[in-house]
Each structure stands twice: as structure tokens, then as C-alpha cells.
């Protein structure tokens, strides 16, 4: 069961506080890094979630940074899905000149992962299931970034309209101070174009484009039908 009263606390809430710009901030970074590495590129671990959402992140990113990807999304529900969109960023890496980028993978474990997710399963998409997921990629993947010697870790998931890029440069901003050899970069990739560049990097290599976000909540959601 849905806490509505709870729901409509948190999204008045929500819109009354915290206006910040994370495009400015991204760009205020930006002029700190010229300055701070003059004598080589800062390494960045990438979270990334798909191919399509990756496009045009990478197309910024990498005009910065030395960046390796990490592909560690056991939210996406079934197993094949899962490749499926794999195999579609290694498609936009190759077909794009940017196959040199290494990517990182994880073990899938989509049940480990749902155990933690089903306590907000009938939860609305966008809400306590959906920062609970973000969080839990971002940090295992925050963790890989400390451990390996990264100057900076950012995602690719504020491209999307459908994510909340305020909750995730927040959590980006806390686990910075879990993780304080790791600076956040800050982000907000559907700002200044950055849907249109995507939309537009996506016809151009073909990318297949998934119609759900990818938690088996999610797929029922957009495909009620098919729910026994
Ligand atoms: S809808 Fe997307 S972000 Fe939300 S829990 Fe499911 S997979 Fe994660």
C-alpha cells in the first residue's frame, strides 16, 4: 500500500526547497579542475546505466577526463535485459570512436538486489524505491572508484526525465564524504541540451531504447498486461 499522505509531504516538500542549478555546478568544477591538473587528465569512474543515456554524457566527459565505465545495474530485470543494454553501450562505444573506454562490470544478482528493493515495491516510480536503488549503485560504485584510485565519480542517471538529478547529486554529495579521496563531480546532463544531443546521438547509432526503467517493478508498471 501506497503512503499517500506521506507521498504528498514529500513532493510539497520537494518542490519548496533546494533550487540548485547542478549544470552551473558542473561547470564551476570544471574551471577548478583546469586549474588543479595541469600536468595530466583527472581519471573519472562513470556510472553508467545504458547506452542511450550514456551517449551524450560521454561525448562531454571524456573532452575532460581520463574515463573508465562502471556497468554495475543488477536492478534490471530479467537477465537478458540486462545484456541487451550492455551490449548497446558497447555498440555506442564502438560505433562512436570510443571503444578505447574500458568498461567495469559487477556481478549480476538481480534477487540479492530486489530483497532490498521489495520493501517499496508498490512505492511510485521516482520516489523512497527509486533513491534506495540510485544509492545503492552509486555507492558500490563509489566504493570501486575510492579503491582504484579515481579523482572524481559521477553518473550518467540525471540525463534521464524520468530521474530525480537533485536526490542524486545529493547522494553523490554524501558519499563524496564516505568516500573523501573521490570528488563528486557534479551533474545535471539533460540541462543545456543534453536531451536533445542524446535523442540525437541515439538515431544516429541505432541505439535500442529500453520502454522501462529496468527493476521488475518497473516493467509491470509499464506492461500491467503481462502481470499474473
Ligand atoms: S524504477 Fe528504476 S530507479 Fe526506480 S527502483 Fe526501479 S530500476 Fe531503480
Given at each position: 500500500?501506497?503512503?499517500?499522505?506521506?507521498?504528498?509531504?514529500y513532493l510539497e516538500s520537494f518542490h519548496a526547497s533546494n533550487k540548485t542549478n547542478y549544470w552551473l555546478e558542473s561547470q564551476k568544477e570544471l574551471k577548478k579542475i583546469q586549474e588543479k591538473y595541469t600536468d595530466r587528465r583527472p581519471r573519472l569512474l562513470l556510472h553508467v546505466c545504458c547506452g542511450p543515456c550514456a551517449a551524450w554524457p560521454?561525448?562531454?566527459?571524456?573532452?575532460?577526463?581520463?574515463?573508465?565505465?562502471?556497468?554495475?545495474?543488477?536492478?534490471?530485470?530479467?537477465?537478458?535485459?540486462?545484456?541487451?543494454?550492455?551490449?548497446?553501450?558497447?555498440?555506442?562505444?564502438?560505433l562512436s570512436g570510443m571503444n578505447s573506454i574500458p568498461i567495469i562490470t559487477t556481478p549480476y544478482d538481480n534477487d540479492a538486489y530486489n530483497e532490498k528493493l521489495a520493501p517499496y515495491a508498490e512505492d511510485p516510480e521516482g520516489w523512497t524505491r527509486c533513491f534506495l536503488c540510485y544509492r545503492l549503485r552509486m555507492d558500490e560504485a563509489y566504493a570501486y572508484a575510492e579503491a582504484n584510485g579515481f579523482d572524481y565519480f559521477t553518473t550518467v542517471m540525471t540525463i534521464?526525465?524520468?530521474?530525480?538529478?537533485?536526490?542524486?547529486?545529493?547522494?553523490?554529495?554524501?558519499?563524496?564524504?564516505?568516500?573523501?579521496?573521490?570528488?563528486?563531480?557534479?551533474?545535471?546532463?539533460?540541462?543545456?541540451?543534453?536531451?536533445?544531443?542524446?535523442d540525437e546521438l541515439v538515431s544516429?547509432?541505432?541505439?535500442?531504447c529500453q520502454d522501462y526503467c529496468g527493476c521488475i517493478y518497473s516493467y509491470y508498471a509499464r506492461h500491467p498486461e503481462q502481470k499474473r
Open positions: 500500500m501506497i503512503d499517500e499522505e506521506a507521498y504528498r509531504k560521454l561525448e562531454f566527459l571524456q573532452e575532460h577526463f581520463d574515463v573508465t565505465i562502471m556497468y554495475n545495474n543488477s536492478n534490471i530485470w530479467p537477465q537478458s535485459e540486462y545484456s541487451k543494454r550492455l551490449d548497446t553501450l558497447k555498440q555506442l562505444l564502438e534521464s526525465r524520468q530521474k530525480n538529478s537533485r536526490k542524486l547529486n545529493e547522494i553523490g554529495l554524501e558519499l563524496q564524504e564516505k568516500y573523501p579521496a573521490v570528488r563528486w563531480f557534479p551533474c545535471d546532463f539533460k540541462k543545456k541540451g543534453g536531451q536533445v544531443r542524446r544516429q547509432y541505432c541505439l535500442y
